[in-house]
């Protein structure tokens, strides 16, 4: 989706490996998951 608004990332994070959050339904995910995700895609922008 973001290359598409022209953006090329430099960099990728996956749930599971980089945020130790396990694979579940999309429904299943938490507020605390949502913000350990967040916080990792600031951490990468720096």
């Known amino acids: 989706m973001v290359e598409a608004a022209g953006y090329t990332p430099d960099?990728?994070?996956t749930l599971v490996t980089?945020?130790?959050i396990?694979?579940?339904s999309s429904f299943?995910?938490?507020d605390?998951?949502?913000q350990t995700a967040?916080?990792?895609i600031l951490?990468?922008?720096g």
């Open 18 to 20: 980089d945020c130790q």
């Open 38 to 40: 967040v916080q990792a």
């Open 43 to 45: 951490d990468a922008l």
């Open 28 to 30: 299943d995910f938490t």
């Open 11 to 13: 960099r990728s994070i």
């Open 32 to 34: 605390d998951d949502l």
């Open 22 to 24: 396990a694979k579940k």
